[in-house]
């Protein structure tokens, strides 16, 4: 009797096996994609761990005719990275503790697009804090910078207002 087994040739196989493996990497980056994109755009959007703004000095005139609109004048430096900041916001603190009270008041037009190593003097209306005594006029100034639409933490540095 003549055995009539059939079965898959070899060729057959690798050939299922390479279609499975094929269709089981389209499955799996079908829901992997949007993950990467979404988060490829947070990080190209703004990131600020490459960003090192910091006051250099800060100026409020301190004599009772100028307030409480006083114009502060602040010089803000970017850092030594390769990123541009859009614009800055500065966080004005009434009193010199670390945690005390703060303001935050965005900076002028003329602290927009500050390019690596640059430094550029923010002067702005003090309107918007609350003095009315140089006693409780800003004390120290720090600075958040904003790149597109993301606002960077405010930096540790702070400055001493003069």
């Keep these: ?17 390479i279609l499975l493996a094929i269709a089981a990497v389209v499955i799996v980056w079908t829901f992997v994609r949007p993950t990467l994109e979404s988060t490829g755009k947070e990080i190209a959007g703004g990131n600020c761990l490459a960003v090192e703004v910091k006051v250099v000095s800060c100026t409020i005139p301190r004599d009772a005719a100028r307030l409480p609109n006083g114009p502060a004048t602040v010089v803000v430096e970017n850092g030594p990275g390769q990123t541009t900041v859009d614009k800055v916001k500065l966080v004005y603190y009434q009193t010199a503790a670390a945690n005390s009270n703060s303001e935050i008041v965005d900076g002028s037009v003329s602290c927009d697009d500050i390019g690596p190593l640059a430094r550029k003097t923010c002067t702005t209306a003090l309107a918007g804090i609350p003095y009315n005594t140089v006693a409780n006029a800003p004390a120290k100034v720090g600075v958040a910078a904003v790149l597109g639409e ?13």
């Design 1 to 17: 009797m003549i055995n009539q087994k059939r079965g898959l040739s070899d060729v057959v196989t690798v050939s299922l096996i």
């Design 150 to 162: 993301r606002t960077c933490p405010v930096s540790t540095e702070t400055v001493t207002c003069s």
